[in-house]
């Protein structure tokens, strides 16, 4: 019985409407969930590869031995570091050089690129990054002086997967054996010195390990991981995992609301089949189990046509994928399953119960009064009742991202827009003399059920809200990026400068029709005192801002203010005795314009009054300061110059800029820029993909709500037709209703798009927000498009023939 009677209800629209939208709220979640699920362990992966392992615990000392038998006893990989500059000399050159002193066991994740292919630094032996071999005129099987010991040139150290960014390391960089740190005689009193610890193991392992070891933690001592190693790769990464986060939270609104529609209506459309049933001497126990087996068989169907979509889609989206994703992805976890099916099973009883209440209690009486309605939970508690839980339930699976919080805002902001923009809409059609009879009468159904246009306006101006934030934001990852690292920007670092040496510096750049950047003087200190309270007493290392108290800080002096630090408060240029400060270092300093600092540095301490606070931009890969003098303030200190220029030659000019300069440091930072391009592509490259079902789930939503008001518009047709109406006249007048209502929702999703991007990109993204003129005027022309060709469409339906005078079945 029950799947007979699933079987007659299966071949109706309305009950298709429901599986097609559960089936794709399933696909849905399962698709990007598990995308998403694979692209965070791959983006995670790779986090691990730029660090070189899972966490890493930095020290100006040796910490305990204790510490280090303590992790392994945990379960956990542990590589030791060593990081200090001494002189290199090949004959009777010398050169800088920044060494790094390693065991066997680095680096944990990622690739060390040399030259030949998969060198270690033995005992003995040393990697010298190319640059230095220039410098030195030295090759592979040379001996090389690094500070008191000899060692032997192994071969060409191309790439440290944890070297980052750091445009003031003055040196180019070589790899020793941990064992040969000693013998250099560069581990010193008073030398400067830094530990680094890296750890790999399992996360439960590592953050168990971590939070044992964070209350020993001392000053001078920081445990961290990519998250909160603060370089633009970081941030990039963060931002990529958000907005892969976003589409999967925009999917699943989606898809509540087009179930929740589609659910609603199917359940509408069988008050009088129910009404009938009983009306012949069906029990409420017979009818309970038709409806649940029927509920049950959908929910089995949906299941599983959505498992197989889901999969398939997955399939496809890895393939198009294949070229911007690393070679091999982790696979996917149990969660995308459980949040997919937990999904159908959560959706169909949080939106389903009370239709179905509804349509379980529909009275006999309905034969006669079609008017006779079952009130069962009151939609002024079941509403709010349903949003708190849906808000709860979205707010534990996104852990309590702001994006969820922003989204929702924009909702809000919508639904208030919208009343203003309804009632005026309305009120402005009321006081119109429209010619045109279709549009005419059009205007007069939308205005003869205002609320029912109103609630209409809300579902489509929604589901355009949110399709308009996806796509607008899909493009912002690398837009927004590439747009603060414009064609020209530079791609090379010149540190190390004398005085003496900026002008020839700067004409042997010239001659090469080489544009050189700002040459800032730079200044080591360390900031001592906040007004005149012991800075590393007022705030520790672990504390915001602690970066800037618990290690040495590079001061430049500029008369005119940079381009790329606009100023926020305050006045400029500063003054003696004045400093400008970067806006976010003060706020989490508790800093203000008036405040005083006291700096020491190598020959004296000096102190400053803050004057005005900049605003600056970290992920330029510009030389960018916290603390800004005015000139001639830090002329009694030990000044050295910086310099960046963008090259795209060979290494000819380089190598002739080393041996004319063999005392300068030149960074290339083209590696970082497009280490973190790759990642940007890809995860932008994803998002244009998972564009497809988000569009997909949208447009069903679309037909849901639509289909919603097709058995009043049928009614209403037939009267019209009686009396006397042309089908060329009805037709233009669904297509107008529906031109019209899409025209109005398109203005209010273009009013909430705009509300929600800017606080996704000041507050989560933390881009520059700038008015979208093109989401303005595309929007409501492209909704209104898109409204009346999906309206017209299933309107017409019901024009052709006899279909306009059938028996009104879903």
């Not at 029950?2 to 309305?14: A, H, L, V």
């Not at 890296?198 to 044992?212: C, K, L, P, Q, T």
């Not at 996104?398 to 809000?412: D, K, N, P």
Request: glycine share 8%; net charge positive; with cysteine.
């Amino acid at each position: 019985m029950i799947w007979r009677w699933f079987w007659r209800e299966w071949r109706s629209p309305s009950l298709l409407i429901v599986w097609l939208a559960l089936t794709l709220a399933v696909a849905c979640v399962l698709a990007l969930g598990t995308i998403s699920d694979r692209m965070e362990k791959g983006l995670s992966q790779q986090s691990r590869d730029f660090m070189a392992a899972d966490r890493v615990l930095r020290a100006s000392h040796p910490v305990p031995e204790g510490w280090l038998l303590d992790a392994r006893q945990q379960g956990l990989t542990v590589s030791r570091q060593l990081s200090f500059t001494t002189m290199t000399y090949a004959g009777d050159r010398p050169q800088l050089a920044q060494v790094k002193a390693t065991d066997q066991a680095y680096p944990l994740y990622g690739q060390l690129e040399t030259r030949p292919v998969g060198l270690r630094a033995e005992p003995g032996t040393v990697l010298v990054a190319p640059r230095l071999m220039v410098l030195l005129n030295v090759k592979v099987g040379d001996m090389l002086d690094v500070g008191d010991t000899t060692l032997r040139i192994s071969g060409e150290l191309i790439q440290e997967p944890d070297s980052g960014f750091n445009p003031f390391q003055t040196s180019p960089p070589i790899i020793i054996n941990l064992a040969d740190a000693e013998k250099t005689g560069a581990i010193q009193p008073g030398s400067r010195l830094t530990y680094r610890y890296m750890f790999a193991g399992s996360a439960n392992n590592i953050e168990e390990y971590g939070s044992r070891l964070a209350p020993q933690l001392k000053p001078g001592q920081r445990w961290y991981g990519m998250e909160e190693s603060g370089g633009a790769l970081s941030k990039s990464l963060q931002r990529s995992q958000q907005f892969l986060l976003l589409s999967a939270l925009l999917t699943l609104l989606l898809s509540i609301a087009a179930v929740a529609v589609s659910m609603g209506h199917y359940c509408r459309s069988r008050y009088d089949l129910v009404a009938v049933l009983k009306t012949l001497g069906a029990g409420r126990k017979a009818l309970r189990q038709l409806i649940i087996g029927q509920w049950v068989a959908v929910l089995l169907l949906a299941a599983v046509c959505g498992s197989m979509i889901g999969l398939a889609f997955e399939a496809v989206l890895m393939r198009l994928l294949a070229p911007v994703l690393p070679a091999a992805l982790p696979e996917a976890g149990a969660w995308p399953w459980v949040w997919s099916m937990g999904s159908l099973v959560l959706i169909s009883l949080l939106v389903g119960m009370r239709p179905y209440k509804q349509l379980l209690a529909t009275q006999p009486l309905r034969v006669l009064r079609r008017d006779v309605v079952a009130n069962v939970w009151p939609l002024r508690y079941y509403l709010p009742a349903i949003l708190l839980i849906v808000v709860g339930l979205l707010a534990a699976l996104v852990e309590g991202s702001a994006l969820l919080w922003a989204v929702l805002a924009g909702i809000v902001a919508l639904a208030l827009l919208l009343g203003g923009i309804g009632w005026g809409g309305l009120l402005l059609l009321r006081r119109l003399t429209v010619r045109k009879l279709a549009l005419r009468l059009a205007i007069n159904r939308l205005l003869r059920q205002p609320w029912v246009t109103l609630s209409q306006l809300a579902a489509f101006s929604l589901s355009f809200m949110l399709l308009a934030l996806l796509l607008v934001m899909r493009g912002d990852l690398l837009d927004r990026w590439q747009q603060q690292l414009p064609p020209e920007s530079p791609n090379y670092f010149l540190l190390n400068m004398t005085q003496e040496q900026v002008p020839p510096v700067e004409h042997f750049l010239q001659q090469r029709q080489i544009q050189a950047g700002t040459f800032y003087p730079i200044v080591r200190v360390r900031l001592t005192q906040i007004n005149q309270q012991i800075a590393t007493e007022r705030v520790r290392e672990d504390d915001p801002g602690g970066e800037a108290v618990n290690r040495e800080l590079n001061l430049t002096w500029q008369e005119n203010l940079p381009e790329h630090n606009p100023l926020v408060a305050g006045t400029w240029p500063p003054k003696a005795g004045e400093v400008s400060m970067e806006q976010g270092i003060a706020d989490r300093l508790g800093l203000k314009i008036g405040d005083t600092l006291t700096f020491s540095g190598d020959t004296q301490d000096f102190s400053a009054k803050v004057t005005s606070l900049r605003k600056v931009d970290w992920e330029s890969l510009r030389p960018n300061f916290y603390f800004i003098f005015p000139p001639g303030a830090l002329d009694g200190q030990p000044q050295t110059w910086l310099t960046s220029f963008r090259y795209q030659g060979d290494d000819a000019m380089l190598a002739q800029l080393n041996r004319q300069f063999p005392t300068l440091s030149l960074l290339d930072i083209g590696s970082i820029l497009k280490q973190i391009g790759q990642v940007l592509q890809q995860v932008s490259r994803a998002l244009e993909v998972m564009v497809v079902l988000v569009l997909i789930c949208g447009t069903l939503l679309l037909l849901a709500q639509i289909q919603v008001g097709m058995r009043q518009r049928r009614q209403e047709l037939v009267v019209y037709r009686t009396l006397g109406a042309s089908k060329k006249l009805l037709r233009g007048t669904l297509w107008c209703e529906f031109a019209v209502l899409g025209l109005v929702a398109g203005i209010a999703a273009a009013v909430g798009a705009e509300a929600a991007l800017w606080l996704l990109q000041t507050k989560v993204f933390e881009f520059n927000w700038e008015p979208n003129f093109i989401l303005w005027c595309l929007l409501p022309l492209l909704s209104a498009i898109l409204l009346s060709l999906c309206g017209g469409w299933l309107g017409v339906r019901l024009l052709r023939g006899k279909a306009l005078f059938r028996g009104f079945e879903g």
